[in-house]
């Protein structure tokens, strides 16, 4: 449910070639929920003529898919509503700009389009791509671009003045739907009639509008700490939320993208939630690299921590919706704790058990 307006405008989402798979994680954000666009259409070839909620869910949004990005700019037109942003909802491994997409970023800048991207590879670097940009008038945003250190901050003890319920989102692999699953959380808070925050820590959290967020990956590491305690606090004395949603990257043991250590050590969670595949054998792009079991997983951020875990959420890809519950039961019967696949059952149970939480530091 959408809380607040749209901050910028309307949006196409570029995924070409990815869409409906882990590298397109960032278009399927947009897809799902939004604050900061209203996003118009996704490009994926492969799914062209297709509506993109059905694609990912099962449940239709008006957002239809097109082959090219001059189809998805000519539609808009037609239906007086033309599009403002190009988005890019790639998420590949390395976060670098494949190459054929600069030739559908072009097309899009010379239509008019400002562009945003979550990519290392910043295109208002790019001579080519700055040089066009400036020429039509339109604006690029680098959302990964690391802020200069000067407005930077190092850890200082506030988080310890935040009295909002903290409840880190972390999970067991990367590309797991850690985002998704928050934000399903905050949502969830504000139905109930609480007041809710969400801090992101991605690019994607920030192209969907959240008030609080930093870009993890991209920051000095000396400083990451600091900024995600500087969030965490400002969300609480800006708002006075009751709850604060913080989250995840990676995993604690993902080779490749390590995670959820530092927003254990400088946020403070009062609670976790890890979010979890069953049918994941190994860590997401990374063959030879078995995933830690669950059990495992979880002993490792209590033990980091000093904080329970109080659900598992599930991830159920490679899954048919009907086994999802299933897949839930066998988690807590060999673990103990309550486990929910909040896209197919909804978000009642999950806000139950962290209700509890909520009450107890009242």
Request: hydrophobic residues 40%; negative net charge; aromatic residues 6%.
């Amino acid at each position: 449910m959408n809380t607040q307006p749209v901050l910028d405008g309307n949006a196409i989402v570029y995924c070409e070639g990815a869409f409906n798979t882990p590298n397109g994680k960032t278009a399927h954000g947009l897809v799902r929920h939004t604050r900061r666009y209203r996003v118009l259409s996704v490009v994926d070839s492969n799914y062209a003529g297709q509506d993109a909620g059905q694609v990912l869910d099962g449940q239709a949004k008006g957002i239809p898919v097109y082959a090219s990005v001059e189809q998805a700019i000519q539609a808009a037109t037609d239906k007086g509503a033309p599009a403002a942003y190009f988005v890019i909802g790639l998420a590949p491994d390395g976060g670098r700009l494949p190459a054929p997409a600069r030739a559908h970023i072009r097309t899009a800048i010379e239509h008019g389009l400002n562009v945003d991207s979550g990519l290392h590879d910043f295109l208002s670097e790019d001579p080519d791509i700055s040089a066009l940009a400036q020429e039509k008038g339109v604006q690029i945003r680098d959302v990964r671009k690391t802020p200069p250190r000067s407005v930077l901050h190092s850890f200082s003890g506030n988080i310890e003045k935040v009295k909002a319920l903290k409840i880190a989102v972390l999970g067991t692999d990367s590309a797991v739907g850690k985002r998704t699953t928050a934000w399903l959380i905050v949502q969830a808070f504000e139905k109930a009639g609480y007041k809710a925050e969400m801090i992101g820590t991605g690019q994607t959290a920030w192209m969907q509008g959240a008030r609080y967020c930093l870009i993890l990956d991209s920051l000095i590491n000396d400083f990451v700490a600091g900024e995600l305690e500087h969030a965490t606090y400002q969300a609480w004395v800006e708002r006075r939320p009751d709850v604060i949603v913080i989250e995840g990257q990676g995993s604690l043991m993902n080779p490749a993208y390590p995670g959820g250590h530092e927003i254990l050590a400088a946020c403070r969670p009062d609670v976790v939630v890890l979010q979890h595949a069953p049918k994941r054998r190994e860590y997401d792009g990374f063959p030879g690299y078995p995933l830690h079991p669950l059990p495992v997983q979880i002993e490792a951020v209590e033990l980091l921590s000093g904080k329970p875990v109080v659900a598992i959420t599930v991830n159920h890809e490679d899954m048919a919706p009907q086994e999802a519950p299933a897949a839930c039961l066998d988690i807590t019967r060999s673990t103990g704790l309550p486990a929910f696949d909040v896209l197919v059952q909804g978000t009642d149970g999950l806000l139950e058990a962290l209700a509890a939480y909520l009450k107890a530091i009242d």
